[in-house]
């Protein structure tokens, strides 16, 4: 079939690579290109999902019990709360909500790769903003690209792939220079791994800083172990999150996954305490590379950073033939998710011996 078809498609999507996703692991090899959890979901979130019956029913388009539940968590109103099919579907109501054709949408690059795509799809300019030598945010200079035609701001923090955190006192003063009415994004899709004490925690911003235009985004694909079941929400002023729902397409979260996210956070100690242990083997792997001479920035995230630059295809190369599925971003790095404890070792002794002999 030709594929030459006279279909008129916006230039700027026909422009667009499709989303490409991390590469599937085959039987032998530890899957680490996807920033999953590597533990299974607890048999009490399983059986959740199996006693989710009426699948001929449509499920409640407003998720009023995993919105109540959440709010509990967060000791917020229901109001405040918005949930979608993960959280990069709320990223999407959130950028096509503010920003449109003309308008710019700014976050720091290199960062998740869906921010460029959900501007440029929502009609928008994507203001790319480099990342610090440490790749970590510069929101200083975030601050500096501010034009009238700003309509959003993304800040991840831990920053997807590099690993560094945004810190509240940076946060809070980058806050105080954005103009009230711009929208504040503050991804925090890995917040639950992050130990360093210093780094931004956007429900204290939402309690703390009167700052109506920041939205908080979390998710329970990562710490939380359901990426299969695509759940996210969002957190902030009930105004942003009605215009993120009316950009929304209905219905998104289906019912396993509320009934998922509602069983998980009556375990969430347990599941908390398996995101320690995720925690614990990257700041071992992470110690590890950095003896063997490893420039790895802070890693905060389930994930850790290797700034292969020019060789990034050729070293994730050599990972995959070890059995090691990684995530290259071509002329820059590699992103190592944290999986199994033996696959820690694995990269270890990979990224000495094979990535090192590299031109
Ligand atoms: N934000 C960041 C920074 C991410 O890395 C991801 C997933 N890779 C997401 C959002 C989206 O996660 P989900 O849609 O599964 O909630």
Not at 35 to 48: M, T
Request: charged residues 20%.
């Amino acid at each position: 079939m030709s594929s030459d078809i006279p279909i008129r498609v916006r230039p700027a999507i026909a422009a667009l690579p499709p989303y490409k996703q991390g590469k599937q692991a085959g039987a032998e090899a530890y899957k680490l290109s996807s920033n999953e959890n590597p533990f299974d979901p607890l048999p009490g979130v399983l059986e959740a999902v199996q006693a989710a019956t009426s699948l001929n029913r449509y499920p409640d388009a407003s998720a009023a019990r995993l919105r109540a539940a959440l709010a509990e968590r967060f000791g917020v109103d229901t109001d405040s709360i918005h949930v979608g099919a993960g959280s990069v579907s709320i990223l999407a109501q959130l950028v096509q909500a503010a920003a449109g054709p003309g308008d710019e949408v700014i976050f720091a690059w290199r960062s998740f790769e869906a921010y460029p795509w959900l501007a440029i799809v929502a009609g928008a300019t994507a203001v790319q903003v480099p990342l610090t030598a440490g790749s970590r945010h510069d929101l200083p200079a975030m601050a500096a690209a501010v034009t009238d035609r700003t309509r959003a701001i993304i800040v991840c923090s831990p920053n997807n792939p590099t690993g560094p955190i945004v810190t509240q006192a940076e946060f809070d003063t980058f806050v105080d220079t954005v103009p009230a009415d711009v929208l504040v994004i503050l991804d925090e899709a890995y917040a639950e791994f992050v130990t360093d004490p210093d780094a931004v925690d956007g429900m204290y911003v939402l309690g703390n800083s009167g700052r109506s235009n920041v939205v908080v985004l979390r998710t329970f694909s990562k710490a939380f172990g359901l990426a299969g079941l695509r759940v996210g929400y969002a957190v902030g002023h009930p105004r942003i999150l009605d215009a993120a729902r009316s950009a929304a397409i209905p219905l998104s979260v289906t019912l396993q996954g509320e009934e998922a996210a509602l069983a998980s956070l009556t375990v969430q100690d347990e599941l908390l305490e398996r995101v320690s242990v995720i925690a614990e083997r990257r700041d071992r792997l992470a110690a590890g590379l950095r003896e063997a001479g490893w420039d790895v920035p802070q890693a905060q995230g389930n994930f850790i950073w290797l700034p292969t630059g020019e060789e990034s295809l050729t070293a994730a190369a050599a990972f995959e033939e070890a059995g090691l599925i990684v995530r290259p971003f071509a002329g820059d790095g590699i992103r190592i998710s944290v999986g199994e404890d033996a696959s820690v070792e694995k990269v270890l002794g990979i990224a000495a011996s094979v990535v090192k002999s590299l031109p």
